[in-house]
């Protein structure tokens, strides 16, 4: 059975730092794309970034470009998200997903569709 489970979550500053984490089990994870969602109250879930099975393509959304950083393990079945210059709008349960990945490597969705299996998601608060 197909697990994933997000840690790294917290309560931080505006303008500190926090790195999230996700492991896969139960799946090959290198046929998987994994992307870190988001959704705050009252908000559609929002793709933040993802990341292709090779790491050779990667989506970041516009709100995040430049902050963020999505990186994978796959020898550790193990994406991150490294979120600096945090922002109070960037305060969400942040969710990480895996969804297969039949491409070549080089191509990534961020859509919610495209991924199958999700992570009871992790919250992050960003204080002013």
């Known amino acids: 059975q197909v697990q994933v489970v997000e840690s790294g979550g917290g309560l931080v500053q505006a303008g500190g730092s926090l790195r999230l984490s996700c492991t896969a089990s139960?799946?090959?994870?290198?046929?998987?794309?994994m992307g870190w969602f988001r959704q705050a109250p009252g908000k559609e879930r929002e793709g933040v970034s993802c990341?292709?099975?090779?790491?050779?393509?990667?989506f970041y959304a516009d709100s995040v470009k430049g902050r963020f950083v999505i990186s994978r393990d796959n020898a550790k079945n193990t994406v991150y998200l490294q979120m600096n210059s945090l922002k109070p709008e960037d305060t969400a349960m942040y969710y990480c997903?895996?969804?297969?990945?039949?491409?070549?490597?080089?191509?990534?969705?961020?859509?919610?569709?495209?991924?199958?299996?999700w992570g009871q998601g992790t919250q992050v608060t960003v204080s002013s």
């Open positions: 997903a895996a969804g297969r990945d039949y491409s070549d490597g080089y191509y990534v969705s961020d859509r919610i569709y495209a991924y199958n299996y």
């Open positions: 139960g799946l090959t994870f290198d046929d998987y794309a």
């Open positions: 990341i292709s099975w090779s790491g050779g393509s990667i």
